[in-house]
């Protein structure tokens, strides 16, 4: 018993520590500008690939809860209003907590289905299955 204690001891103190950020997943910053009355997110679809969501869903989302109108054009979306950048910020996590994070395991590793009228956040990464509210 006392060979297994002097192995794993061995053992330990030969594993490299791991330093630094341990969380793999960011989420991405809105870029833009305001031209006039409009506001001008220049890599909307950069974030919504990164999300790995459906551009016209995250932007459904955003439009809906910014209370506002707007259109996608090109790779940019373009918001009715000025409105700064951090309250799009704030409308980015919370898409991400609502429609890319799993509940169980917090992990983005999702993808969300439908299943007759109802849809479902399913986890990739550990199985789980969450009804989400439709936009």
Known sequence: MEDYEKLLE?????????????ERFEIPEAEGHQSG?????????QI???LRRNPQHFQ??????????GYI???RLVINGNI???KINDKIKMYVEEFVLCKECKKPDTEIIKEGRL????CLACGAK?????V
Do not use: D
Request: charged share 25%.
């Open 48 to 50: 919504a690939n990164h």
């Open 37 to 45: 009355k409009k506001t001008i997110i220049t890599n909307f679809n």
């Open 73 to 75: 054009e090109g790779e």
């Open 60 to 69: 459904k989302f955003l439009l809906k809860t910014l209370g506002t109108t």
């Open 119 to 122: 849809q479902f956040l399913h």
């Open 84 to 86: 700064s950048k951090a």
């Open 130 to 134: 969450h009804p989400i509210k439709s």
């Open 10 to 22: 061995q053992a330990y103190s030969e594993i490299k520590e791991v330093k630094g950020n341990t």
